[in-house]
C-alpha cells in the first residue's frame, strides 16, 4: 500500500535524522555537527543561491553522462541478452569494470582527457553503465522461453520477436537497472568533483572540510543524497506508471 510505504519511509528518515541530532550532541566528535545545525547551513546556502549555483555543476555530467550511459548500457545488455558470441566477448568486460576499484582510473582519464567536463562524463558513465548493461543482459536472458516459442509459431520474425515480445517482457527490470545506474552515477558525479577538480556540491565539501565549516559540509553531503533520492522516486513512480502490476524492486527503498 502506498500509503503504508510512505509512513514507514518517514518513520525511517525521523530515525536516522533523531540519531543523527542525538550523536551530534554528545558529541561523537567535534567535526559531526547536529542535524538541526546542518539543517541551518543547508538553508543558508539556499538562501545566497550558492547550493542550487552548485548544482547547475554538478548536474551538467550526470545528465549528460547518465544519458549515454543508458543509451549505449541498453543497446549493449540487448546484443549481451540476444547474442551468446556478443555476451562471451563483452560480459566479462562489464564484470570486471563494476567489481574494480573504478576511483584508480580517474588519473588516467585526467590524464587523457583533462580536468574538465569530459573527464567527469567519462567518470559517470563508468559507474552507471556496468549496471545498466549487465541488469539489461539479464534480463532480455531471463524472458520465457514460452513466450519467443509462441512469437516463431506465429511466423514472427526475429525483429518481431526483439520489439514484441523480448523487450516488453524485460522492461521492468531494464527500467530498474536504470535506476540503480543512475544512483551510481550519483556517486560517479560527486567522487570526480573530488578527485578531478572542486567543482559544485564537491567544491562546496571541500572548501568547507578545509575551514572547518562541518554543518556546511554535511548540508552539502546531505542535499546530494536528498536530490538522488527524490531523483529515484521519481523514476519509481514513473515505472509503477509504465508497468503496473509488473513493476518489480524497490531500488530507492
Known amino acids: 500500500m ?7 519511509k518517514l518513520l525511517s528518515a525521523a530515525i536516522v535524522f533523531g540519531a543523527w541530532e542525538i550523536a551530534g550532541r554528545i558529541p ?11 539543517m541551518a547551513a543547508l538553508f543558508a546556502m539556499l538562501a545566497d543561491g550558492a547550493l ?34 556478443f555476451d562471451w566477448l563483452f560480459s566479462p568486460i562489464f564484470i570486471v569494470m563494476q567489481a574494480a576499484p573504478l576511483a584508480a582510473l580517474i588519473p588516467l582519464l585526467v590524464m587523457v582527457y ?14 552507471a ?9 539479464g534480463a532480455v536472458r531471463n524472458t520465457p522461453a514460452s513466450l519467443t516459442e509462441m512469437g516463431r509459431a506465429f511466423l514472427g520474425t526475429r525483429r518481431d520477436i526483439i520489439l514484441k515480445i523480448v ?3 524485460a522492461s521492468p527490470l531494464i527500467f530498474s537497472g536504470l535506476r540503480l545506474g543512475t544512483s551510481a552515477g550519483f556517486i560517479g558525479a560527486i567522487l570526480a568533483e573530488l578527485k ?16 572547518a565549516d562541518y554543518p556546511s559540509m554535511y548540508a552539502a553531503i546531505f542535499s546530494i543524497i536528498l536530490l538522488a533520492v527524490l531523483f529515484l522516486n521519481v523514476l519509481e513512480m514513473i515505472e509503477r506508471a509504465l508497468f503496473g502490476g509488473r513493476f518489480r524492486g524497490h531500488a530507492s527503498d
Open 52 to 85: 542550487l549555483t552548485a548544482f547547475a555543476d554538478t548536474l551538467r555530467p550526470l545528465v549528460i553522462g547518465v544519458a549515454i550511459s543508458a543509451v549505449l548500457g541498453i543497446a549493449i545488455g540487448l546484443a549481451i541478452g540476444l547474442s551468446g558470441w
Open 129 to 137: 553503465m556496468p549496471v545498466i548493461v549487465l541488469n539489461t543482459a
Open 167 to 169: 523487450l516488453p517482457a
Open 114 to 127: 583533462g580536468i574538465g567536463l569530459t573527464s567527469k562524463v567519462f567518470v559517470v558513465c563508468i559507474m
Open 28 to 38: 561523537v566528535s567535534y567535526a559531526f555537527p547536529t542535524f538541526l545545525d546542518s
Open 196 to 211: 578531478i577538480t572542486p567543482t559544485g556540491v564537491g567544491d562546496i565539501i571541500t572548501y568547507s572540510r578545509s575551514i
Open 2 to 8: 502506498p500509503e503504508r510505504s510512505l509512513v514507514l
